[in-house]
Nanobody, 120 residues
Framework: QVQVVESGGGLVQPGGSLRLSCVVSGVTFSSYGMNWYRQAPGKERELVAS????????NYADSMKGRFTISRDNAKNTVYLQMNNLKLEDTAMYYCNAARNLGRLEFNYWGQGTQVTVSS
């Protein structure tokens, strides 16, 4: 059984920082690309950051570049999202996604999300 479990969300003031963690079990973690998405109330889910199977290939949404950093520890089956200089508009539910393409097959696993609230 595949499990994707996020943690680290909470309430933070504007300009503050949070680090989200996501632990994946039940699959070969190092074979999966990992993504962080977020969804604010009334808005569509959007991709925040992606990291391929190694640390060397990362991508960010434009509004997160320079503020967010995605990283992974394959030995711990964990992906992280360091969020600095948080803004009010970063308030959302953040979801971790494990994704892999194997030929014509696509594998996608999602966590339940962790709430990030930025408020003064």
């Amino acid at each position: 059984q595949v499990q994707v479990v996020e943690s680290g969300g909470g309430l933070v003031q504007p300009g503050g920082s949070l680090r989200l963690s996501c632990v994946v079990s039940g699959v070969t973690f190092s074979s999966y690309g990992m993504n962080w998405y977020r969804q604010a109330p009334g808005k569509e889910r959007e991709l925040v950051a992606s990291i391929m199977r190694t640390d060397s290939d990362t991508n960010y949404a434009d509004s997160m570049k320079g503020r967010f950093t995605i990283s992974r520890d394959n030995a711990k089956n964990t992906v992280y999202l360091q969020m600095n200089n948080l803004k009010l508009e970063d308030t959302a539910m953040y979801y971790c996604n494990a994704a892999r393409n194997l030929g014509r097959l696509e594998f996608n696993y999602w966590g339940q999300g962790t709430q990030v609230t930025v408020s003064s």
